[in-house]
Every structure is written in C-alpha cells, then in structure tokens.
C-alpha cells in the first residue's frame, strides 16, 4: 500500500475517474445469471463497498463510468471464440439489452453525470469500447476499479495500464469466486500493476480537503 500523500496524488478527483464494471443486475443483483458470483459479492462486502466509493466519488467531484456487458436478445456481434461466452449463452438469465439485468445494481446510485457505457463483445470494459476515448477527454490519469475479481477487473486494470493510466484497486472493493481466489489474485498478480489499497483508503482521499481540486 502507498504513502497516504502518493495515494492522495494519485486520486486527485480532477485526473482520476471510477470505473465500475458489470456491477449490474444480471451479474451482481439478486436475480444473477452467476448466483455464486453475486453471493460472493454481497457476502464479502464488495457490493456495498462499491457503491460506498461511488457515493463518496459523487460529493468529490469524481467522474463515474459504468462499463455493462450485454448481447441482442438475436446475439447478433457477440462474441462465441471462448468456453465463457458460450456458457453465458446458455444462462437462464441473459444480460439482454434494454433488460433489467444490465441496469446497475442496487445500491449503488447512478447520478445524472455518470456515464455508462455498453458493450455488445468481448472480456474488456476498456478495449474496444468508448472507453478509453472517453476517459483521455475526461482528463483521466487514474482509473480506479471494481467489482468482478474473476475476467473482468483484470482485463480492465491490464488494459488501462496499457494505455498508460495508473490503476488503483481498493481490495475490498472487488469480489471473485472461489472466495479465496480473490486475495490470492490480488497479491500474485494485480499487485504487481495496480496500486493496491483499502475502500477506506480510497474514502478518506476524497474526503479530505485536499479534494477541494476542480475538474478543468
């Protein structure tokens, strides 16, 4: 974990936007298409440790994007070239567009300037999506993310690190199954790209008066 004032630095609300990813109804909601995934996310606190960070990105003037993943109920541009996209197919619950399963899960509270952003392809919340296009027009230099520990923050805080943003992961804030995959995860291989820090960590940066700091 980094000094108080680098990890401060780092999350400066005018350079640094929230990104959260498949934390939608499908996914992490009570009607899960990934029952155990959703459980392990409400059980662990992850959920609601998202929508703690969310909140508190809202009153510092933080940009928040929500990155959803869903298909045409024809599956028309969805990808089917590995074992989980084709498994998702299969799901009784589809991340249907225009469904309520890829509306953003409660509690975490969609304010009217976040941004969400859709994919119809892929693992990533980043490649090949708006994304990155949007966050070099946010002035974005630091990407903090979460929630699915188990595809999907990884690719993101690879992809972002890529592009050439700092990534910080608050550890409480991301969630995976087996439970114990997500510690593991984090120390052997997020930590080794990502700043890796604690949902209070995150809260008392943006908190603090230094947040006073305005978005160009």
């Known amino acids: ?49 998202v929508a703690r960070v969310v909140a508190v990105a809202h009153r510092a003037g933080v940009q928040v994007l929500h990155a959803v993943a869903e298909r045409r109920p024809d599956g028309r541009g969805a990808s089917s070239n590995a074992r989980l996209f084709r498994a998702a197919g299969r799901l009784p619950v589809q991340q249907h567009s225009g469904t309520t399963a890829v509306r953003i899960a409660a509690p ?71 439970s114990d995959y997500t510690p593991a995860m984090i120390r052997n291989t997020l930590a080794l790209v990502a700043t890796v820090t604690t949902t209070p960590e995150v809260l008392g940066c943006w908190q603090s008066p230094r947040r006073a700091t305005t978005r160009a």
């Open 1 to 49: 974990m980094p000094p108080r004032e680098k990890l401060a630095e780092q999350l400066d609300p005018a350079t640094t936007v929230l990104l959260t990813v498949e934390c939608q109804q499908g996914v992490v909601g009570p009607d899960s298409a990934l029952p155990e995934l959703a459980k392990e996310a409400l059980a662990s606190g992850a959920l609601h440790n």
């Open 108 to 178: 975490i509270e969609v304010a009217d300037e976040d941004i969400v952003v859709r994919r119809l392809h892929g693992l990533s919340p980043i490649a090949g999506t708006d994304v990155d296009a949007l966050l070099r027009n946010l002035g974005c230099r630091t990407l903090v993310v979460g929630v699915p520990a188990n595809v999907a923050i990884p690719n993101a805080v690879f992809d972002a690190v890529n592009l050439g943003y700092t990534a910080v992961v608050p550890s409480g804030a991301i969630a995976g199954v087996p």
